[in-house]
Structures are given as C-alpha cells and as structure tokens.
C-alpha cells in the first residue's frame, strides 16, 4: 500500500542525547490542530549511541518516523542535509533534539503559509533551563524578531526551530560550517531560490540555553577564542553573501561593533549578557526600521553586551 504524502516532514538530527530527543519528539506527538496521519517525523542519529528504543516509543504514540543513522559524525549541517533527502512532506521543519515545540507550532505557521509565503518563522521561548511543553512557560526571554531579506544580510533572525517552510527540490545547508549553518540556509533559500518568508509574532517554540550545554553558541558569551572564531565565521557569511545595498553593508558595521563589543567584555573578565545576541539585534532591528534611533545605536549596542537591556520575558 502506497503511504500517503505527508503534509510536513519535521527533520530532528540527534546525537547522544536519547532523554531529550524522546522530550522532543513528545512534543512533536502532542501538536494540536494538526492530523498526525499528516505530519512525518525524520530523525538522523549522527553516529551516536542508539536511539532505536526512543524512536519506538514514538511510534507507539501514533508518530510516523523515519530513521537513519550516520556511521559516523557528520556535523549537524549534514544531518539536517540527510534529513532534506529523505523528507516527503510540502512543507519542512526543522528541531533539535534538545529543545522542543509547545502545542499549536505546526496548525499556526501552516495558517500563516496559507498567505501565500513560502516559509514562516514564528517567535521563540529562550529558557535556561529544561520545561515541560504541556505546561506554562513562566520565565523565557522572547525571541520576537521581524523579518526583512535586507536585514538578513546583517544577522540571523530566527532560531532554526522556529521555521516551517516549503519544501526544497535542491538547497540543502553548507556541510562545512561549524554553526550559524542555518542563518546561511536561509540566505540560499531568498537570494538564490527566491523564498518569501512572513513572521507570526506567537510564541510556538522553546528553545533551551542551558548553562553548560555543549555547543559553539553557548561559549561565545563565555570565552574570547569561541567569540573571536564566531566573529570570523560571521564574516564568512558576509564574504559569501555580499550585501546588495548601501543600507545593508553599513548596517553590517553595527552587527561587527557588537561582537567587538562583546570580546572587550570578555577581555576585562566581565561576562557579556548572555542574551547579547538577541537584545543587540533587536536594537539594530529598531534603528533599521527608525532612522532616528541609528544615531544611538552603538552606546545602545555597548548597553545591550553589558545587559543593562531587560530584555522582554513572557507570562503565561
């Protein structure tokens, strides 16, 4: 019997993480609004430990899940490739396996790709520490960013997991990069295939900062050879996708001043804000979209990098 085509695939790469990636799925199980029958569930272990028995358990809850196992790392731009390759569904999402959706993600961004867009990002939860997506999410930063394809020249601004987007026949992630893997996708996607993206101003993901947590993101507020290697590697980016407007290669030196900013904070041995990234590029968001504020834009990125920025936080 011929298996129907899914609606969308979610592509979960996992590495040696089966708690969570059983958390992850879970919340993938309890999407509301959305027939499971309808949604594909693709999970790309990296060369970990076996996660056979996770898997398992998901599909006992009714989840549709394809599996496959890298004989050995690949890095995380591959797995998600991988899981590219294997997708069926119109539409993709992607998740890691340590953080997680909360109920509705997948009814409320495939509403907002009913407009027309080719993909949509919709506003993330950012916790320090591990929740239960079925709970209220007391205590979360508020990852609420607008798009605009000139200021993606400048800096990323979704998380990965925020995303659901049409399917692509042939773009797939740089295989070589360390991190901001997605941020590039994302500019492959508009500049070179013509993608429409919209934001949906609703919180519909969690995404989990936990102190230390294994990775590259994490560190670059904690030590100045990660920040000083994330900064070149964001100039890459910049090399690859050269800025198509005077606005936006300017707006690139404020993006610059802030990772300046944050290596000066790490020099004197005061921790830069851990959320730097997110209120500094919500400051140049505000100045990108209000000329006036442009002129206080440094002192304002200087702020932000010191956490004198509340920043927002969400009450259920």
Not at 24 to 53: K, W
Not at 68 to 79: D, F, K
Not at 91 to 99: G, I, K, Q, R, T
Not at 206 to 216: K, T
Request: glycine letters at 6%; hydrophobic letters at 45%.
């Amino acid at each position: 019997m011929k298996r129907m085509i899914p609606l969308v695939s979610v592509i979960v790469p996992t590495l040696n993480r089966p708690v969570e990636l059983g958390q992850a799925l879970a919340s993938v199980a309890a999407q509301q609004g959305v027939d499971l029958a309808e949604v594909e569930v693709v999970v790309i272990n990296d060369g970990g430990t076996s996660v056979e028995s996770v898997i398992a358990t998901a599909r006992d809850w009714g989840l549709p899940v394809v599996a496959m196992n890298h004989p050995r790392r690949c890095g995380l731009p591959s797995a998600r490739n991988t899981g590219l390759d294997l997708s069926r569904g119109r539409y993709v999402a992607f998740l890691d396996d340590d953080d997680v959706f909360l109920p509705r993600h997948l009814v409320t961004a495939l509403a907002g790709l009913e407009s027309g867009a080719d993909g949509v990002a919709t506003t993330c939860l950012v916790t320090d520490h591990r929740i239960d997506p079925d709970r209220p999410v007391r205590e979360a930063v508020v990852w609420d960013v607008g798009f605009d394809p000139l200021l993606l020249e400048v800096c990323n601004l979704f998380p990965v997991h925020t995303a659901v987007f049409r399917r692509p026949a042939t773009a797939r992630l740089h295989p070589g990069l360390p991190a901001i893997e997605d941020w590039d996708f994302w500019l492959r996607l508009t500049r070179e295939h013509g993608y429409r993206f919209s934001r949906i101003h609703q919180p519909t993901v969690v995404y989990h900062r936990v102190p230390q947590a294994d990775s590259m993101i994490g560190a670059v507020a904690e030590e100045a050879p990660a920040m000083a290697e994330f900064s070149a590697l964001v100039r890459r980016i910049w090399f690859q996708w050269p800025p198509t407007t005077a606005r936006s290669a300017r707006f690139r030196l404020y993006s610059g001043i802030m990772y300046w900013k944050v290596l000066g904070a790490l020099a004197t041995g005061a921790p830069p804000n851990p959320h730097y990234y997110l209120h500094s590029i919500q400051a140049i968001e505000h100045a990108w979209h209000e000329p006036q504020a442009e002129a206080d834009l440094v002192d304002q990125l200087a702020r932000t990098v010191r956490g004198e920025h509340a920043g927002d936080r969400h009450a259920a």
